[in-house]
């Protein structure tokens, strides 16, 4: 049975920064695909971060990766399980809840099967 938790969702200033975890059970996040997801108020869903491949090479969104400066970074812990989202630098615009998922298959990095509760980031 895999759970996926988020934790470290808030409101915070425009320019400040945040730091999203998502602790896994019943997968081992660096052998399986681990994104985050965002999603608001009459928006579809957006894969902001993932990690699709086994030799970690990280994928991000346009708007998170503002030509190369990379406000967002998706990282891991193997010891602890768990996967994080740093964010800097954040603007009004990133306003969402934020969702952490997974999957066992590479391919469905960006349609995965298993997701947490998610966690909501207001920027004033």
């Known amino acids: 049975h895999v759970q996926l938790v988020e934790s470290g969702g808030g409101s915070v200033q425009a320019g400040g920064s945040l730091r999203l975890a998502c602790t896994a059970s019943?997968?081992?996040?660096?052998?399986?695909?681990v994104a985050w997801f965002r999603q608001s108020p009459g928006k579809e869903r957006e894969a902001v971060a993932a990690i699709c491949t086994g030799d970690g090479r990280a994928y991000y969104h346009d708007s998170v990766n503002d030509s190369g400066k990379g406000r967002f970074t998706i990282s891991q812990d193997s010891a602890k399980n768990t996967v994080y989202l740093q964010m800097n630098g954040l603007k009004p615009g990133d306003t969402a809840t934020y969702y952490c998922?997974?999957?066992?298959?590479?391919?469905?990095?960006?349609?995965?099967?298993?997701w947490g509760q998610g966690t909501q980031v207001t920027v004033s």
């Open positions: 019943g997968l081992t996040t660096t052998h399986n695909a």
């Open positions: 998922a997974a999957d066992s298959s590479f391919l469905l990095c960006f349609d995965p099967r298993y």
